[in-house]
């Protein structure tokens, strides 16, 4: 099992940056598929990003496309999302997602493949 923990969210100006990152417990980190959702009010979990175990292999949705980066430390047991030319649109909830595969480095991009979720960081833009 792993607990996610995220952080670095807050309010940014539209135009600007910002990084998330999501910290896990235990020592198998680099067993786990990572990925990101948002939720906005009144909408559905949209996926953002995608990463594999190794981090050979990465996916985003096409909003973020372009403006965002997923990486990992595994060393750090870290999964990070940095935002760059953000815009009011992604203001949202942005939550972290671990899936346990130890033989395989895909990537997932469908919440229900997902084993464990973190509690979220609020991410404001303002226009």
């Known amino acids: 099992q792993v607990q996610l923990v995220e952080s670095g969210g807050g309010l940014v100006a539209a135009g600007g940056s910002l990084r998330v990152s999501c910290a896990a417990s235990?020592?198998?980190?680099?067993?786990?598929?990572m990925g990101w959702f948002r939720q906005a009010p009144g909408k559905e979990r949209e996926f953002v990003a995608g990463?594999?175990?190794?981090?050979?292999?990465?996916s985003y949705g096409d909003s973020v496309k372009g403006r965002f980066t997923i990486s990992r430390d595994n060393a750090k047991n870290t999964v990070y999302l940095q935002m760059n030319s953000l815009k009011p649109e992604d203001t949202a909830v942005y939550v972290c997602?671990?899936?346990?595969?130890?033989?395989?480095?895909?990537?997932?991009?469908?919440?229900?493949?997902?084993?464990?979720w973190g509690q979220g960081t609020q991410v404001t833009v303002s226009s």
């Open positions: 997602a671990a899936r346990y595969r130890p033989y395989s480095d895909s990537v997932a991009a469908i919440s229900f493949e997902y084993d464990y």
């Open positions: 235990g020592r198998t980190f680099s067993m786990y598929a």
């Open positions: 990463i594999s175990r190794s981090g050979d292999s990465i």
